[in-house]
């Protein structure tokens, strides 16, 4: 772990406690060290920038971001974080994308910068980013398809209105018929009760190796920390691979190393481990 120059960091499950708010002082202080250390940390998410970076601002946390699972990248928070990275759908994938799940009565929220449109399915609830303030909302199928035509980065759908982590049948059928029709897409899940579905060209392992090139670095000098589908390819990509203790069983099978849970601050551990390889601790 002495090489290890970039550490790319989960959010939900990872970074966060269960709560799906709170991030443990102990992880931010070890972030805060990493830094000074000249070790970089890159929180790497499936939420959107707008969200990755009122968590980085508000807490003080000095990191680069990779949001919609690698549709996005910048070398710090909004606003002033400049963007290094970009993916969306061709029109025709999303309209597709939209055909297929629209019979299954799912909230279906497409993301562009800034905005999500959504179209609730038997969810009454707003989007969570829309209830803190942080992105502008549209609703309905027309508003859905026209996101479809300007050029949606990302669509989450889940049955709960929120992370997805209580089951639902129909994710599993909507997944598998998703994966029938648009083979070439990203698709994925944080949750079991949500699909995660991004261009072909995206994703968070594709994503970290453009950040980790942009900075020169090659990936035995980088490391990532996920406990779920979604961190697969990024725990693919990085030599040194850190399953948390709360990981799915897919994601230890890929991963060199493992790390506490997320509410043991398993995050706070790999980089104190880290970071006393490097002798700064």
């Known amino acids: 772990m002495r090489r290890v120059r970039l550490i790319a960091l989960d959010m939900d499950g990872t970074l966060l406690l269960s709560d799906h708010h709170t991030v443990p002082q102990r992880n931010i202080e070890a972030i805060r060290r990493a830094d000074a250390a000249q070790i970089?940390?890159?929180?790497?998410?499936g939420r959107m920038l707008e969200d990755a970076s009122d968590f980085i601002t508000r807490l003080g946390m000095p990191c680069m971001i990779i949001a919609g699972n690698g549709t996005r990248?910048?070398?710090?928070?909004?606003?002033?974080?400049?963007?290094?990275?970009?993916?969306?759908?061709?029109?025709?994938?999303?309209?597709?994308?939209?055909?297929?799940?629209?019979?299954?009565?799912?909230?279906?929220?497409?993301?562009?910068?800034?905005?999500?449109?959504?179209?609730?399915?038997?969810?009454?609830?707003?989007?969570?980013?829309?209830?803190?303030g942080l992105i502008e909302a549209a609703y309905g199928e027309e508003a859905l398809r026209s996101a479809a035509d300007r050029g949606v980065m990302k669509f989450f759908v889940v049955s709960d209105g929120?992370?997805?982590?209580?089951?639902?049948?129909?994710?599993?059928e909507a997944r598998a018929i998703l994966r029938r029709e648009l083979p070439h897409l990203q698709i994925t899940s944080s949750a079991?009760?949500?699909?995660?579905?991004?261009?072909?060209?995206?994703?968070?392992?594709?994503?970290?190796?453009?950040?980790?090139?942009?900075?020169?670095l090659a990936r035995e000098q980088v490391m990532a920390v996920g406990d779920a589908g979604n961190d697969i390819s990024m725990l693919e990509y990085a030599f040194h691979s850190v399953a948390m203790g709360n990981a799915?069983?897919?994601?230890?099978?890929?991963?060199r190393y493992q790390t506490a849970r997320n509410d043991e601050c398993g995050v706070a551990q790999i980089?104190?481990?880290?970071?006393?390889a490097k002798g700064t601790v």
């Not at 799915?248 to 991963?255: G, H, L």
């Not at 980089?271 to 006393?276: D, S, Y």
């Open 271 to 276: 980089i104190e481990r880290v970071l006393a």
């Open 162 to 172: 929120f992370g997805g982590d209580a089951p639902d049948r129909r994710i599993p």
């Open 192 to 216: 079991e009760g949500n699909i995660e579905i991004m261009p072909a060209d995206a994703g968070k392992g594709a994503a970290l190796r453009q950040v980790a090139e942009h900075m020169g």
């Open 40 to 45: 970089r940390v890159c929180i790497c998410t």
């Open 73 to 132: 990248a910048s070398n710090g928070p909004l606003p002033d974080g400049r963007i290094l990275l970009r993916r969306q759908f061709a029109p025709e994938d999303a309209h597709r994308i939209i055909e297929l799940l629209l019979p299954f009565g799912l909230m279906i929220n497409g993301f562009e910068d800034g905005r999500v449109s959504t179209v609730q399915g038997d969810s009454p609830k707003p989007y969570h980013l829309v209830v803190r």
């Open 248 to 255: 799915t069983d897919e994601v230890c099978a890929v991963c």
